[in-house]
Each structure stands twice: as C-alpha cells, then as structure tokens.
C-alpha cells in the first residue's frame, strides 16, 4: 500500500510558526528519500526541502534555508516540516513527496516519484 498523507495546513499570520505533517506507509517508504514541494496559485510546483532515508543529507530551497527545518521520525512512519518565521510567500500547497536521491554525493537531489494529496498553507500579512 502506498501513501502520503499530509497534515497541519491552515490560515496562519506573517511570522507565525506551523509545523506540517506526512504520514506514510511504512513498507513503501521507510527507506525512501522524502520531500516537501509546495505550489503557489499561478506557479509551477516548487522544491521545498528533503532528508535522505537515513535522516540525514538534509536540503532547503534557498528561500526557506534558516526559517524551514525538515525531520523525519522512522519508527512512526512521520515526515515533518517545521515552519518558522512564514512570510505571505509561503503560501501555497504542500505536498509530500517520496522517491530518491539522484546525483553524485553532496549534490544529489529528490526525484519525487510518489505524492500526497497536498495541505494548503494560508499566509496572511
């Protein structure tokens, strides 16, 4: 059985905190690279941040690198993106993604090949 299921989306104000959740099947995943991407009305879906299946080899987009920390629990089968410091331009759609790491070591990057449904992130001023 394969599945994503995203949590914690909601209406927040500028600056406040949120932590988003993605519960997955454990036989599929557990030794998946995991992700978060988000898309914002009008634009095309964008890479948010990923851990390696081990927790580690940890990536941000550059505009959330300081504010965003991603963490991945193993034995509850739970991704987890902390939001901090979220801005109007966080909004947007959440998805989480699972697949591989592609790329020579220390520059590799998600291939997402499966998706969540999404949880949607309102930032207001």
């Known amino acids: 059985q394969v599945r994503l299921e995203e949590s914690g989306g909601g209406l927040v104000r500028a600056g406040a905190s949120r932590r988003l959740s993605c519960e997955y099947s454990?036989?599929?995943?557990?030794?998946?690279?995991l992700g978060w991407y988000r898309q914002a009305p009008g634009k095309e879906r964008e890479f948010v941040s990923s851990v390696a299946a081990n927790g580690d080899d940890l990536k941000y987009a550059d505009s959330v690198k300081g504010r965003f920390i991603i963490s991945r629990d193993n034995a509850k089968n739970t991704l987890f993106l902390q939001m901090n410091g979220l801005k109007p331009e966080d909004t947007g759609v959440y998805y989480c993604?699972?697949?591989?790491?592609?790329?020579?070591?220390?520059?590799?990057?998600?291939?997402?090949?499966?998706w969540g449904q999404g949880t949607q992130v309102t930032v207001q001023v």
């Open positions: 993604a699972a697949g591989i790491y592609e790329g020579r070591a220390g520059s590799a990057s998600l291939r997402p090949m499966y």
């Open positions: 454990r036989r599929a995943f557990s030794n998946a690279a």
